[in-house]
């Protein structure tokens, strides 16, 4: 992806992988677990040809440090980084300047002797979720909302905010096909919306007779949000094993929206093209 700095977070890889580190910190496991899930989410890890692989345990060891937590492998790895100046090298063929190299061997320096210091004893411990997030949804739940210009109400305006402006003047609907745990813990959601509203708000029997754009949407959600939204579930199909084929994409996509807390989207596509009936989902695919 190359980077734009000698910075460790100067490249949007460094920056899709922080929030992960970040999420996984919050996780009840022992920091070999971590890296361990990191390893196996991200394969580049294990691939020293690939350009990634420096800032990889770069930005681990970085963030393990800041948290207080200390791991052989990543302290080995970093230190076999230093000794062949793998980094350097790399960040040479991605053309960085001189200047910024040096700099850039300076912090990795820098962070290689903060990994070999000994864990402070005035190290606050990190603040970890105690149990699995609720799953709000399951997989065939069909939900609907209202809008009004074909748009959802903003959930995180405040309370009140739309007593006076808000007309309803149509509905939309969708239907849950993954409502998974990322790393057992944190919930998403695959969703499908329809592609057109309703005048009013839909019985199961309509929304099942909807077309829905074939377009998945990934994300979280809070009951709060829900709430805000007026949301409410009309009812469930069983969805069949076909439209689930090959989801690793799928599972990958949910868990970086899970890591990263994006929210899930209340949207549609009138205009896309893609669609089948929602009914047609507890079916077997035509292929």
Not at 118 to 147: E, H, M, N, Y
Not at 209 to 234: C, M, P, Q, R
Request: net charge negative; proline share 7%; hydrophobic share 40%.
């Amino acid at each position: 992806m190359g980077a734009w700095g000698p910075g460790l977070y100067s490249n949007d890889y460094a920056l899709d992988l922080k929030p992960m580190v970040r999420a996984l910190l919050r996780l009840p496991l022992e920091p070999e677990a971590i890296v361990a899930r990191l390893v196996d989410h991200w394969p580049e890890s294990n691939d020293a040809e690939n350009e990634d692989h420096t800032t990889f345990w770069l930005v681990i060891a970085d963030m393990f440090t800041k948290a207080g937590l200390a791991n052989a492998r990543v302290t080995e790895t970093v230190r076999n980084i230093v000794r062949t100046g793998a980094d350097t090298c790399m960040m040479r063929e991605l053309d960085m300047a001189p200047r910024d190299i040096a700099k850039r061997e300076r912090m990795v320096a820098a962070m290689l002797a903060a990994l070999e210091q000994p864990a402070s004893a005035d190290t606050k411990p990190r603040k970890v979720i105690s149990k699995p997030q609720p799953l709000l949804f399951a997989p065939g739940d069909i939900f609907t909302f209202p809008t009004a210009n074909n748009m959802a109400k903003n959930p995180y305006f405040p309370p009140g905010y739309y007593a006076s402006s808000w007309k309803d003047d149509g509905w939309h609907g969708g239907i849950v096909l993954l409502a998974r745990h990322a790393f057992d813990y944190f919930a998403w959601y695959g969703v499908l919306y329809t592609t057109r509203s309703f005048a009013t708000k839909p019985t199961l029997d309509e929304a099942l007779g909807a077309d829905v754009a074939y377009l998945w949407h990934f994300g979280t959600a809070k009951k709060s949000t829900l709430n805000a939204l007026e949301s409410e579930t009309i009812g469930k199909i069983e969805i069949h094993p076909s439209h689930l084929d090959d989801l690793g994409p799928a599972l990958k996509a949910g868990e970086n929206a899970a890591a990263s807390e994006s929210r899930l989207s209340f949207s549609y596509r009138p205009d896309f093209k893609d669609t089948r009936l929602m009914r047609a989902l507890g079916e077997p695919e035509v292929r």
